[in-house]
C-alpha cells in the first residue's frame, strides 16, 4: 500500500503531525510496543503539556533558537493547544508559574486524546518495528521506508523520532541517521535539562534543600560568561533545580559555576553588607550573626565547615581571611563541573538535524523535498516548564 504520508515515531510531535492531516492515507511507524512512552513520563508523569506565559516570553525559552521556532508558534500557540485539549474534553490546570496540565495530573490522559484523534482522522499505527532506511525515487517520486520487519510506500516523510534523552524509552537517535541519509548534516547530540555532577561534591546532607531566584554566574578559563536566575536544588549527589537544569545546555567540563545564596544583588553589595555585619556585632558570636541572613541552618554549619572557621568565636576575633571566605562561599560559592546527568536523566536532547537545513514556516527540509521534521529531532531545545512539549506540536 503507498500512503500519502508516511510519520516515523508515535511521540507527541509524531501524533500532532498526524492530527494535522486529515482526508491523508497516513502511516505512524513506532518502533516501541505503545505510543508516546516518553510523554508518559513527562512531568513525574502530570504531564506538564504547555506553559501559560506570553508567546515573547515563550520564544525566550530556547535559548538562540526561539526565533525559528516563532512561525510556528503563532501558527498553533500555547493558549490553541490549551483548547485543543478541552475541546476534546480534557479541561487544564495552570499553576502560579504558568506550567499547564490536565486537570486529572495524568499523562495518560493526553495520550489518550492524541490516539483518539489520530483514530478518528484514520491514521494507521504499525507498533514494534523500527525504521533503518529511508530513501527517495525520484521518479515514482515516493519515500521507501524499510523497517526491521517490512518495507513501506510514500508520497510526503515525517522524521519525529525524537533525541536521545531517556533510551529506555526509545529515544535513541534513530532519527538523526534517517536525516543523514538525505545529506542532512547534525550537530554532536547531548544532554539537556540534566543536573550538574560537580568535583568533590560536599553537599550530600543538604539533599532537598532549595533556594528561590539565586544568581548563578558561570566562568570558563578565568573569565564569567553567562549569569542566570532562577531556583536552586540541592540532592544527595549533585546540584539542580530550574537554574541549573535550564542552563546545562551552555555548561562544560571545567566550568566553574559560582552561586550566590545571599539576597544581594552581587557578591561586592554582600561584601560590603557582611563587613558591616560582622563590625557592628564585634562581642556577638559568628554563627548568630550568620543567621540573621535568613538561610537555612544547615548552609550556614556546612560553609563553616568548608571555610574551617569557628562559628563559635566573637566576631571580633574574625581574621581578615576568614571574613574573606564567608564573602567567597556564601556570594560566589564555587563549584567545578566534573559532568551532566547523562542521558538517562536528562529530560531533552541538545543537537540534532541542523536548523538552517529546515524551512521552518513548514518544518520541510530544504535539502529534500516532501521530508519534513518535527519535534526533539531537531538542533533546538527549551527550559523545563512545558515548552519541549509544546516545540513538538509545529504544523
Not at 508516511?6 to 505510543?35: D, M, T
Not at 525566550?60 to 478541552?86: Q, V
Request: net charge neutral; hydrophobic share 35%; with cysteine.
Amino acid at each position: 500500500m503507498k500512503y500519502d504520508v508516511i510519520i516515523i515515531g508515535a511521540g507527541p510531535a509524531g501524533l500532532f503531525s498526524a492530527l494535522s492531516l486529515e482526508s491523508k492515507r497516513v502511516l505512524i511507524i513506532e518502533k516501541n510496543k505503545n505510543a508516546g512512552k516518553k510523554l508518559m513520563i513527562s512531568g513525574a508523569g502530570q504531564c506538564n503539556y504547555t506553559n501559560r506565559c506570553e508567546l515573547s516570553e515563550f520564544l525566550s525559552r530556547y535559548g538562540s533558537k526561539g526565533r525559528l521556532l516563532k512561525n510556528a508558534l503563532y501558527n498553533f500557540t500555547n493558549i490553541d493547544t490549551i483548547e485543543f485539549f478541552e475541546k476534546k474534553g480534557l479541561k487544564s490546570m495552570v499553576r502560579d508559574d504558568g506550567k499547564v496540565f490536565p486537570i486529572t495530573l495524568d499523562a495518560s490522559d493526553i495520550l489518550k486524546v492524541l490516539l483518539k484523534g489520530v483514530k478518528e482522522n484514520g491514521v494507521e499505527i504499525i507498533y514494534d518495528e523500527a525504521a533503518i532506511k529511508a530513501e527517495y525515487d525520484s521518479l515514482k517520486e515516493m519515500f521507501t521506508v524499510r523497517t526491521n520487519k517490512s518495507t513501506y510506500a510514500g508520497a510526503r516523510l515525517i522524521v519525529s523520532a525524537g533525541g536521545m534523552s531517556y533510551p529506555l524509552t526509545g529515544s535513541t537517535g534513530d532519527g538523526y541517521l534517517l536525516a543523514q541519509g538525505f545529506g542532512h548534516e547534525i550537530v554532536k547530540p547531548s544532554e539537556s535539562l540534566t543536573p550538574v555532577y560537580v568535583r568533590d561534591y560536599g553537599f550530600k546532607d543538604l539533599s532537598g534543600v532549595s533556594f528561590e531566584d539565586i544568581k548563578v554566574s558561570q566562568w570558563r578559563d578565568g573569565r564569567k560568561i553567562k549569569e542566570f536566575t532562577g531556583d536552586f536544588l540541592f540532592t544527595h549527589v549533585n546540584i539542580s533545580g530550574p537554574v541549573i537544569l535550564n542552563n546545562s545546555r551552555y555548561f562544560e567540563k571545567g566550568d566553574i559555576l559560582k552561586i550566590n545564596f545571599t539576597s544581594c544583588s552581587n557578591n561586592e553589595e554582600f561584601r560590603v553588607f557582611l563587613d558591616e555585619l560582622i563590625s557592628g556585632s564585634g562581642g556577638s558570636s559568628v554563627v548568630s550573626v550568620l543567621k540573621r541572613l535568613n538561610l537555612p541552618k544547615r548552609l550556614i554549619e556546612k560553609i563553616m565547615e568548608i571555610g574551617n572557621i569557628d562559628g563559635e568565636i566573637k566576631c571580633s576575633q574574625l581574621h581578615k581571611e576568614e571574613r574573606r571566605k564567608l564573602w567567597e562561599l556564601l556570594s560566589a560559592h564555587p563549584f567545578i563541573v566534573e559532568r551532566l546527568g547523562g542521558f538517562n536523566v536528562a529530560m531533552v536532547t541538545k543537537g540534532g538535524v541542523v536548523a538552517d537545513e529546515i524551512n521552518f514556516k513548514t518544518m520541510e527540509s530544504k535539502l529534500q523535498p516532501n521530508l519534513y521534521f518535527a519535534g526533539e529531532v531537531i538542533d533546538y531545545d527549551g527550559d523545563t516548564g512545558g515548552y519541549n512539549i509544546q516545540r513538538s506540536e509545529e504544523r
